[in-house]
């Protein structure tokens, strides 16, 4: 269901924004110490607009109206969480802001390449193809993906910062000429008609209002014959939002990580064929029989670790690791070093985090529902 209207798009308002609550925080080497350089005053408006959708609004309380006013402000409501969450996730996770599967043995870094690989590879993309990247983050699966294809790849994002993060990794890769990432709202983009030979998205279009209706703008950008990949986001079918338990697991991951409205699996394929796409292969790779299961870092799980190099990704994502980062926030925004509202949203991913693992036990959620689609050469 998507809301009755899109939001009015005002680059220069978010550009303003941007300026003011990160400077030039985009310039620094690390999350981190980027986090420490933000405007108190930008980052206490982004925390107020982005909570607001969530404070004092119980999954028991929730109502459809509740899920509409986030349906309706989905842009704004996307764009504020990234300001806030994005040297977060840097810092604790990498640059590629998704998840993948786990081969026995294989580092946390590897298995995240090998999970853009993998998309790449089952969309066929080559050599110079001029290919779109729908919520593209800093740039890390685009980076990726040039490396391994050869593909030139223009990233789409609503969050300046990030853009900003990703044009400067770009230098830094000597992919400048490969890659370059623009600012639009992916329900109503400005590319013309027929411009891309493939879109893919990874992890990124569960943020839009209706799955219809982002899927049927990249139909419009896709040239006849051309590919669409995406890993989605998906409650399964074994989800009932009648069941208070399920209902809480949803909220608290659609909270986490700012998402206006999940849907399931089979409101996927349909919104995918909807948009006029022949579905050419679709699978719930989170149902392979891995050994390692892909939430395992964030269950802290020391046992499956790959590599001695991943100790400190999953010693962060443990309670006793989360529970110092809260603390050393916390500290941090007492002593007037970080901004406040950074520990609320560090606790916040937290919770999305204990919530991610409880939905992959319960086979309730999927990160990586993997959907293959082509345009017909006749639309």
């Excluded at 925390?47 to 609004?57: G, R, T």
């Excluded at 044009?167 to 400005?190: C, E, I, P, T, W």
């Excluded at 395992?296 to 529970?323: E, H, K, N, V």
Aim: proline share 4%; net charge negative.
């Amino acid at each position: 269901m998507a809301p009755s209207a899109l939001e009015v798009e005002d680059h220069t308002r978010d550009a303003a924004f941007n300026k003011a609550m990160h400077g030039k925080s985009a310039e620094e080497r690390a999350g981190f110490l980027a986090m420490m350089k933000k405007d108190p005053r930008a980052q206490q408006a982004a925390v107020d607009e982005y909570f607001k959708h969530w404070d004092n609004k119980s999954s028991a309380e929730e109502t459809d109206a509740i899920r509409e006013a986030r349906r309706a402000e989905y842009a704004t409501l996307t764009r504020h969480y990234y300001n806030l969450a994005t040297d977060l996730y840097e810092n604790g996770w990498g640059a590629s802001f998704h998840f993948c599967r786990f081969a026995h043995a294989e580092p946390f870094h590897q298995a995240i390449a090998r999970h853009e690989h993998y998309l790449a590879h089952v969309m066929g993309l080559r050599d110079n193809m001029k290919v779109l990247d729908v919520g593209c983050g800093v740039g890390g699966p685009a980076r990726e993906i040039c490396k391994f294809s050869g593909a030139n790849i223009t990233g789409l994002n609503n969050n300046d910062y990030q853009i900003e993060r990703a044009n400067r990794y770009s230098g830094v890769h000597g992919l400048a000429d490969k890659l370059n990432f623009v600012k639009g709202d992916f329900m109503q983009m400005s590319f013309p008609p027929d411009t891309f030979d493939a879109v893919y998205a990874i992890e990124a279009t569960v943020h839009a209002p209706s799955l219809e209706g982002v899927y049927s703008q990249i139909f419009k950008v896709l040239k006849p014959g051309g590919v669409f990949g995406v890993y989605e986001w998906l409650m399964t079918e074994a989800y009932d939002n009648e069941n208070p338990e399920h209902r809480r697991i949803r909220l608290d991951i659609e909270q986490g990580d700012g998402i206006s409205n999940m849907v399931q699996i089979s409101e996927g394929l349909k919104a995918i064929k909807a948009a006029g796409f022949e579905l050419e292969m679709h699978e719930d790779l989170a149902d392979r029989p891995d050994a390692t299961p892909w939430y395992y870092p964030l269950a802290g799980d020391f046992r499956m670790m790959g590599s001695m190099w991943d100790f400190f990704t999953i010693a962060r994502m443990t309670r006793l690791g989360r529970g110092a980062v809260h603390q050393l926030v916390g500290a941090l925004e007492m002593f007037k070093i970080a901004p406040r509202g950074t520990q609320k949203t560090a606790d916040s991913l937290a919770k999305a985090a204990d919530a991610l693992v409880e939905g992959g036990r319960q086979k309730l959620f999927t990160p990586m529902y993997l959907m293959v689609a082509r345009k017909p050469l006749n639309a």
